[in-house]
């Protein structure tokens, strides 16, 4: 076959790919994004009827990420044994039923629990998905395939925020609280989420009956060839995951939008309702605005980098703009402007997203791709714990919703700082590949040539 129709097959079997496998993958983003950030809405329901306070609330948010970071290699271990199909349905399911048990909490601890156990049970779960995305697509088209898979968390915040506060109305109903209906409901649809993964994701392109034999060869080979040309990332050395400092620092990255992300996200229906909204559905629709200008960020950051390239640029970008932000919240004092620029900050914090995975996956492939990806995710999603904590903690001191975003201003500066570190990581680890790129690489692992 000509190079030219080569391209035109794997051209053909990518759309196919993206067609057949982004709902599927959306979807269980979605629910994942729906199930650990609905606290938000319950927020305030929940201090009232347990009597928790903002402390104990930020610390049980957290622990969520925390159970999260530490199972998540030894989850992406696993994953690489069992393949893609089999751990991410068993992830969602196990996930909805502790998300629906949420509905039981009745104290500070069952909620520290619960939290605990959704953060262990979801555990894996991104990293699977990006993981994914290395078995089947090139480099080329990563950065567009991440930007749509991020798109779920974007529409999770437009349609699962509204979606919640129509629940939280339920009040009563059956005897149970509103919260309780939120619980339960979104938790169970996240176990039909897992049964149709199951039945529908195949875990590798040989698997596949809806491609041929030859689209799913050419898939195969362009996601090694294309996806990981560098001597510096042999495959299956796991030093390479965890020791290098350009891991090292994306994972400092990670932990930085992680903290601020959610610190303000589980904190913002609150900020909402301080200015004096009673209505949980309307609260929620309010608070899926966000979602509308991150969606935004998810679509046009890819599509600039096709255009312009840069990525780590363009993450520079997001970061410094991301400051400004911050800073022109906390020089205002009308609160309607503060929850706009609040929407504007989630086209960025979310835009930069797609850009930084993808330079991530150009660095690993194989088991190093497997527990690499899982490896920045852990250390980055422990951001997820020390940002509501921490949250919680200067507000409960202050008394102040506006107090935490000092700390949050603060912890912004460090990400943009990290970005040129980044760069300069990148551009020494080229530098090396340069040096040894007639050295013959160690041979491509099973994983790399599609076999989970």
């Known amino acids: ?187 169970l649809v996240t176990v039909l989420v897992g049964v149709l993964v199951w039945f529908v994701l195949p875990g590798r392109p040989a698997d596949a009956k809806w491609l041929t034999p030859e689209e799913a060869a050419v898939l195969a080979e362009r996601a090694v060839t294309q996806g990981v040309p560098s001597p510096t990332r042999m495959r299956g050395n796991l030093r390479l995951a965890f020791g290098r400092p350009t891991v090292l620092v994306l994972a400092s990255i990670y932990f930085v939008n992680q903290a601020i992300s959610s610190g303000i996200g589980f904190n913002f229906p609150a900020l909402l309702q301080s200015l004096g909204l009673k209505s949980p559905f309307l609260i929620g629709l309010l608070a899926g605005g966000g979602g509308i200008s991150a969606l935004a960020g998810v679509l046009f950051f890819p599509w600039l980098k096709r255009r312009v390239g840069r990525e780590v640029q363009l993450i520079g970008v997001c970061a410094g703009a991301g400051l400004l932000i911050l800073v022109g919240f906390l020089a205002s004092a009308n609160p309607l402007w503060r929850i706009g620029l609040i929407f504007v900050a989630n086209f960025f914090a979310l835009g930069t997203l797609p850009l930084f995975w993808s330079i991530a996956m150009s660095r690993m492939s194989g088991l190093v791709a497997v527990a690499g990806l899982a490896f920045i995710n852990m250390l980055g999603i422990t951001g997820g714990f020390v940002g509501p904590y921490a949250y919680g903690l200067v507000e409960q001191s202050t008394g102040s919703l506006i107090a935490p975003y000092y700390l949050i201003t603060a912890a912004s500066c460090v990400g943009v700082a990290l970005v040129p570190v980044l760069a300069l990581c990148i551009r020494r680890e080229k530098e090396h590949d340069d040096g040894v790129g007639q050295r013959p690489t160690a041979e491509a692992d099973p994983a790399t040539a599609g076999t989970p």
């Open 1 to 187: 076959m000509t190079t030219i129709a080569n391209d035109q097959l794997h051209e053909h079997a990518t759309r196919k790919a993206m067609t057949r496998l982004l709902p599927i993958l959306g979807i269980a983003y979605f629910m994942s994004y729906v199930d650990r950030t609905n606290i938000a809405l319950a927020k305030t329901a929940l201090e009232a009827d347990i009597g928790m306070g903002a402390a104990a609330y930020g610390l049980g948010a957290g622990l969520f990420f925390l159970s999260y970071a530490l199972l998540e290699v030894p989850s992406n271990l696993v994953l690489y044994r069992v393949g893609a199909r089999v751990w991410i349905a068993r992830i969602a399911v196990t996930w909805g039923l502790v998300s629906a048990a949420m509905m039981f909490v009745q104290d500070e601890f069952s909620f520290y629990a619960l939290r605990l156990l959704l953060g262990a049970t979801e555990a894996g779960l991104f990293p699977a998905l990006m993981y994914t995305v290395t078995l089947w697509f090139s480099q080329k088209h990563r950065v567009t395939v991440v930007g749509l898979i991020y798109t779920a968390p974007c529409v999770a915040i437009v349609v699962g925020s509204p979606l919640g506060g129509a629940l939280m109305e339920l009040q009563g109903v059956g005897g149970l609280r509103g919260w309780q209906w939120m619980f339960l409901v979104e938790g």
